[in-house]
C-alpha cells in the first residue's frame, strides 16, 4: 500500500515536524488516500509498476524509480501486525543540525562528515522491538550496621548498631524494549534507549509513509533473555538502593521471582546515517524521538598528523624562542 | 576528496590555528627585532677600565696561559658585552693578620669580597659603564692555610646569576683550582657566559625539556580531541517502572545489638628538624656603593 494525494496525486508522508500527514509535492495536509496499487505482488511497485527489490524483513521501503514510499501489506498484518508505534518526534532536518552540533568539534573527522550532500543520505527507519511486561517480587533479608565515633577527652568511642534488614517489593516493568532486527546491532539499540513511552500510540501504517520499516525478525521468546537480564540488573539495583544509609550491609538471602509476564510488538524510530569512508562503513544511528546519537566517528590520520604536529611546532618554537629573546634583551 | 571538500579542510585548518600563527609570528618578529638590535648595538661604552683583564699577582699561571686567558676573554668580551677579569693575589684576609694588612674585619668572606668588590669598583669595570657596569671578576687567594677564590658580579651578570648559579660557576672553578688553574678560570668564563644565555641554565636539559614538553602538550591536544562523542547509557533503573517506584511490601530493620570500641587518643610531640644552610653569597652593595652579588668558596 501507498498513500496518494487526493489533490495532486503525489506520494503523501508523515511529517514529523508538522505531525501530520503532509504531500511535499502540493504542501497540503491530510490529502491522503490510501491505495493498493493494481498489483498483488510484493516486488511491483504499485504506484509506477517498477520492479523493486524487498529485503527478507522489508515492511516497508522506497520504490527507486518513482521514490514513493510503499508499504508492504503482508508484512503489516497478521502475525506482524504490530501492537504500538512511537512516531518519528523528529525530522530529517533536525536530525542532520543534531549530528552537526553533536560532531562539530570532531577535528580530526574526515571534511565531508558533516557535509550536506553525505548527511542528505540518512534514512529514517522504524525497528521492530518486542515490548516485555513483567510483575516481579523481590526480596531481601540481611544485617546492616550503623557505625557512630565520637571523641570525649582523650578517648575516641566508635559504636556499632547492628540491624536485621527485611525488604519485600513488588516492581512492575512496563515495555522493556528489546531490538527484535538482525540488521541492527543490539548494543546499539540499547544505548538508544530511552524512549519516552508517553507518545506511543496504537499502530497505523500511515505513521510508515515517509520510512523504512521491517517486520519482527525473530519471535518474542527468542530475544526475551535481554529483557529478563535488563529487568534483573534493574531490580537488583532498586532493591540495593532501598537498604541505603547503612555502613555495610552483609547478605543473608535474596532473590526475585516473575509473577507474570507479557510482550507485544512494537515499532520504534531510528534515523540511520551511514559514512563510508576509506572503504569502511560507520554507522550512526538517531534516537527518532530524542534525537540521541550513537555512533563512532572516524578519524583522518592526515589530519591527525597535520594537528598534532602543528600545535607541536608552533609550543617548541615558543619554547626555543624564550631563551633566545632573553638573551637579546639583556 | 573533491578540491571543495580539500579548499574546507584548509580553511577549517587555518580558522583552528590562527591565535597559533598570530602568537608565534608576532613571537618570531619580536624576537628577530630583538636580535637585530642586539647584534647592531654599538661596542665597549666603558673606556676609562684599563685594558688588562688578567691579573697574576700569585704568580701561578705560566705567560702562556695568561696569554691565553686574556684573548679567550676578549672573544667572550665582545659576545656577551661583559667584562671579565681574574686577579690572583696571596695574602692574608683572616683573624689579626688581616687587620695589620689593612683589612676591614677578620672575617675570611667579608675580607675576600670587599677585595673583589673594591678591585671591581676602583678599576672601574663594566662593559656599558664604570659603575654598576656589565661584568664580573674572580679573585683567588693563595695564601697559605686561607686560599680560597670568590665571584663579584654586577650589572646584567648580577641579574642572570642566582646565588645557586653563582654556587655552580665556583663548584665549576673548584674542579681544575689545585690541578690546572688556568683551565679552572676558563671553566670560570665558560659558566657565567651560559647563565647569560637567557633561560638555559639547564644548557642542553633545557632544549631537551622543550622537546619533550612541546611533544607531551600535542600528545594530550591528539588525545583529547580523539576520545570524544562515545555514547553513554542514559536509561535510569526505573525507566521501565510503573509509576517511577517500586511498591515496597516490607521494609524494617530492627534494631538487634550494639557495641562501643574505646581508643586512647595518642598525643605526637612535635618534631624539630634540622635544617642545613648552604654558603654562598648574594646580592649586596659595595663600600663605594655600587650593587654586587657572588660568593666564594674556601679551600
Given at each position: 500500500?501507498?498513500?496518494?494525494?487526493k489533490?495532486?496525486?503525489?506520494n503523501?508522508?508523515?511529517?514529523?515536524?508538522?505531525?501530520?500527514m503532509?504531500?511535499?509535492?502540493c504542501?497540503?495536509?491530510?490529502s491522503?488516500?490510501l491505495?493498493?496499487?493494481t498489483s498483488?505482488?510484493?516486488?511491483?511497485?504499485?504506484?509506477?509498476?517498477g520492479e523493486?527489490?524487498?529485503?527478507?524483513h522489508?515492511?516497508?521501503?522506497?520504490?527507486?524509480y518513482?521514490?514513493?514510499?510503499l508499504?508492504?501489506n503482508?508484512?503489516?498484518e497478521g502475525?506482524?501486525?504490530p501492537?504500538?508505534?512511537?512516531?518519528f518526534?523528529l525530522g530529517?532536518?533536525?536530525?542532520?543540525?543534531?549530528?552537526?552540533e553533536?560532531?562539530?568539534?570532531?577535528?580530526f573527522?574526515p571534511?565531508?562528515?558533516l557535509?550536506?550532500?553525505?548527511l542528505n543520505?540518512?534514512?529514517?527507519?522504524y525497528?521492530?522491538?518486542?515490548?516485555?511486561?513483567?510483575?516481579?517480587?523481590?526480596?531481601?533479608?540481611?544485617e546492616?550496621?550503623?557505625?557512630?565515633?565520637?571523641?570525649s577527652?582523650?578517648t575516641?568511642?566508635?559504636?556499632?548498631?547492628?540491624?536485621?534488614?527485611?525488604?519485600?517489593?513488588?516492581?512492575?516493568?512496563?515495555?522493556?524494549?528489546?531490538?527484535?532486527?538482525?540488521?541492527?546491532p543490539d548494543?546499539?539499540?540499547?544505548?538508544m534507549e530511552?524512549?519516552?513511552?508517553?507518545?506511543?500510540?496504537?499502530?497505523?501504517?500511515?505513521?510508515?509513509?515517509?520510512?523504512?520499516?521491517?517486520?519482527?525478525?525473530?519471535p518474542?521468546?527468542?530475544?526475551?533473555a535481554?529483557?529478563?537480564?535488563?529487568?534483573d540488573e534493574?531490580?537488583?539495583?532498586?532493591?540495593k538502593?532501598?537498604?541505603?544509609?547503612?555502613?555495610?550491609?552483609?547478605?543473608?538471602?535474596?532473590?526475585?521471582?516473575?509473577?507474570?509476564?507479557?510482550?507485544c510488538?512494537?515499532?520504534?524510530p531510528?534515523?540511520?546515517?551511514l559514512?563510508?569512508y576509506?572503504?569502511?562503513?560507520?554507522?550512526?544511528?538517531?534516537?527518532?524521538?530524542t534525537?540521541?546519537?550513537?555512533?563512532e566517528?572516524?578519524?583522518?590520520?592526515?589530519?591527525?598528523?597535520?594537528?598534532t604536529?602543528?600545535?607541536w611546532?608552533?609550543?617548541?618554537?615558543?619554547?626555543?624562542?624564550?631563551?633566545l629573546?632573553?638573551?637579546?634583551?639583556r | 576528496?573533491?578540491d571543495?571538500?580539500?579548499?574546507?579542510?584548509?580553511?577549517?585548518?587555518l580558522?583552528?590555528?590562527?591565535?597559533?600563527?598570530?602568537?608565534?609570528?608576532i613571537a618570531?618578529?619580536?624576537?628577530?627585532?630583538a636580535?637585530?638590535?642586539?647584534?647592531?648595538?654599538?661596542?665597549?661604552?666603558?673606556?676609562?677600565?684599563?685594558?688588562?683583564?688578567?691579573y697574576d699577582?700569585?704568580?701561578?699561571?705560566?705567560d702562556?696561559?695568561?696569554?691565553?686567558?686574556?684573548?679567550?676573554i676578549a672573544?667572550?668580551?665582545?659576545?656577551?658585552?661583559?667584562?671579565?677579569?681574574?686577579?690572583?693575589?696571596?695574602?692574608?684576609?683572616?683573624?689579626?693578620e688581616?687587620l695589620?694588612?689593612?683589612?676591614?674585619?677578620t672575617?675570611?668572606?667579608?675580607?675576600?669580597?670587599?677585595?673583589?668588590?673594591?678591585?671591581?669598583d676602583?678599576?672601574?669595570?663594566?662593559?656599558n659603564?664604570?659603575f654598576e657596569g656589565?661584568?664580573?671578576?674572580?679573585?683567588?687567594?693563595r695564601?697559605?692555610?686561607?686560599?680560597?677564590?670568590w665571584l663579584s658580579t654586577?650589572?646584567?651578570?648580577?641579574?642572570?646569576?642566582?646565588v645557586?648559579?653563582?654556587?655552580n660557576?665556583?663548584y665549576?672553578?673548584?674542579?681544575?683550582?689545585?690541578?690546572?688553574?688556568c683551565?679552572a678560570?676558563?671553566r670560570?668564563?665558560?659558566?657565567?657566559?651560559?647563565?647569560?644565555?637567557?633561560?638555559?641554565?639547564?644548557?642542553?636539559?633545557?632544549?631537551?625539556?622543550?622537546?619533550?614538553?612541546?611533544?607531551?602538550?600535542a600528545?594530550?591536544?591528539?588525545?583529547?580531541?580523539?576520545?570524544k562523542?562515545?555514547?553513554?547509557?542514559?536509561t535510569?533503573?526505573?525507566?521501565?517502572?510503573?509509576?517511577?517506584?517500586?511498591e515496597?511490601?516490607?521494609?524494617r530493620?530492627d534494631?538487634?545489638?550494639k557495641n562501643?570500641?574505646?581508643?586512647?587518643?595518642?598525643?605526637?610531640?612535635?618534631?624539630?628538624?634540622?635544617?642545613?644552610?648552604?654558603?654562598?653569597?648574594?646580592?649586596?652593595t659595595?663600600?663605594?656603593?655600587?650593587s654586587?652579588?657572588?660568593?666564594?668558596?674556601?679551600?
Amino acid at each position: 500500500m501507498y498513500f496518494r494525494c487526493k489533490n495532486c496525486g503525489g506520494n503523501v508522508v508523515y511529517s514529523p515536524e508538522k505531525h501530520t500527514m503532509f504531500c511535499p509535492f502540493c504542501e497540503s495536509e491530510k490529502s491522503q488516500e490510501l491505495s493498493n496499487g493494481t498489483s498483488p505482488e510484493m516486488t511491483i511497485c504499485p504506484n509506477c509498476g517498477g520492479e523493486i527489490t524487498v529485503e527478507k524483513h522489508t515492511s516497508a521501503t522506497q520504490c527507486p524509480y518513482c521514490d514513493s514510499y510503499l508499504i508492504l501489506n503482508e508484512r503489516v498484518e497478521g502475525e506482524y501486525l504490530p501492537k504500538l508505534i512511537l512516531p518519528f518526534q523528529l525530522g530529517k532536518e533536525s536530525c542532520k543540525q543534531s549530528i552537526r552540533e553533536k560532531f562539530k568539534r570532531n577535528l580530526f573527522a574526515p571534511t565531508d562528515f558533516l557535509s550536506e550532500s553525505r548527511l542528505n543520505g540518512m534514512q529514517g527507519m522504524y525497528v521492530p522491538y518486542w515490548l516485555y511486561n513483567y510483575d516481579t517480587h523481590c526480596f531481601f533479608q540481611g544485617e546492616g550496621t550503623k557505625v557512630r565515633t565520637w571523641t570525649s577527652g582523650n578517648t575516641q568511642y566508635t559504636e556499632t548498631s547492628y540491624y536485621a534488614v527485611n525488604r519485600d517489593m513488588d516492581i512492575h516493568f512496563d515495555k522493556i524494549p528489546v531490538d527484535a532486527s538482525e540488521a541492527m546491532p543490539d548494543d546499539v539499540m540499547d544505548l538508544m534507549e530511552p524512549y519516552n513511552y508517553g507518545q506511543l500510540i496504537d499502530f497505523n501504517p500511515e505513521f510508515m509513509s515517509g520510512f523504512y520499516a521491517e517486520k519482527y525478525n525473530m519471535p518474542a521468546d527468542a530475544v526475551e533473555a535481554r529483557a529478563r537480564k535488563k529487568m534483573d540488573e534493574d531490580a537488583a539495583v532498586m532493591l540495593k538502593q532501598s537498604y541505603a544509609g547503612y555502613h555495610s550491609v552483609r547478605v543473608v538471602n535474596q532473590g526475585s521471582n516473575v509473577k507474570g509476564s507479557s510482550s507485544c510488538f512494537g515499532l520504534l524510530p531510528v534515523w540511520k546515517y551511514l559514512y563510508t569512508y576509506q572503504d569502511q562503513e560507520y554507522p550512526f544511528y538517531v534516537n527518532g524521538q530524542t534525537g540521541k546519537i550513537v555512533g563512532e566517528v572516524p578519524v583522518s590520520r592526515k589530519k591527525v598528523w597535520a594537528y598534532t604536529g602543528t600545535l607541536w611546532g608552533c609550543v617548541a618554537a615558543l619554547l626555543y624562542m624564550v631563551p633566545l629573546l632573553l638573551k637579546f634583551l639583556r | 576528496m573533491s578540491d571543495n571538500y580539500r579548499e574546507e579542510a584548509i580553511k577549517q585548518y587555518l580558522r583552528h590555528f590562527r591565535v597559533w600563527f598570530i602568537i608565534v609570528a608576532i613571537a618570531v618578529v619580536v624576537t628577530l627585532v630583538a636580535g637585530i638590535i642586539y647584534s647592531g648595538r654599538e661596542g665597549r661604552a666603558n673606556s676609562s677600565a684599563p685594558k688588562e683583564r688578567v691579573y697574576d699577582e700569585a704568580d701561578i699561571l705560566t705567560d702562556a696561559e695568561e696569554e691565553k686567558l686574556r684573548k679567550y676573554i676578549a672573544e667572550k668580551e665582545a659576545r656577551y658585552r661583559a667584562d671579565f677579569v681574574i686577579l690572583t693575589f696571596s695574602q692574608p684576609v683572616e683573624g689579626q693578620e688581616a687587620l695589620e694588612y689593612g683589612c676591614r674585619s677578620t672575617d675570611w668572606e667579608e675580607n675576600m669580597m670587599d677585595i673583589a668588590d673594591d678591585f671591581w669598583d676602583e678599576n672601574g669595570y663594566g662593559y656599558n659603564r664604570d659603575f654598576e657596569g656589565d661584568g664580573s671578576i674572580l679573585i683567588d687567594n693563595r695564601y697559605p692555610g686561607q686560599r680560597g677564590e670568590w665571584l663579584s658580579t654586577s650589572g646584567k651578570v648580577e641579574d642572570a646569576l642566582s646565588v645557586r648559579a653563582v654556587e655552580n660557576v665556583l663548584y665549576a672553578v673548584d674542579d681544575y683550582y689545585d690541578s690546572d688553574p688556568c683551565r679552572a678560570y676558563m671553566r670560570y668564563i665558560d659558566k657565567v657566559c651560559s647563565y647569560l644565555d637567557g633561560g638555559v641554565q639547564l644548557g642542553g636539559v633545557y632544549y631537551l625539556g622543550a622537546f619533550v614538553v612541546s611533544l607531551i602538550i600535542a600528545g594530550v591536544y591528539a588525545a583529547s580531541h580523539l576520545g570524544k562523542n562515545r555514547a553513554q547509557d542514559t536509561t535510569a533503573v526505573n525507566a521501565y517502572v510503573a509509576g517511577g517506584k517500586p511498591e515496597l511490601k516490607d521494609q524494617r530493620d530492627d534494631f538487634i545489638r550494639k557495641n562501643v570500641v574505646k581508643r586512647k587518643i595518642e598525643t605526637s610531640s612535635s618534631t624539630r628538624g634540622g635544617g642545613r644552610s648552604s654558603g654562598g653569597g648574594g646580592h649586596h652593595t659595595s663600600r663605594s656603593g655600587a650593587s654586587h652579588g657572588g660568593g666564594g668558596h674556601r679551600h
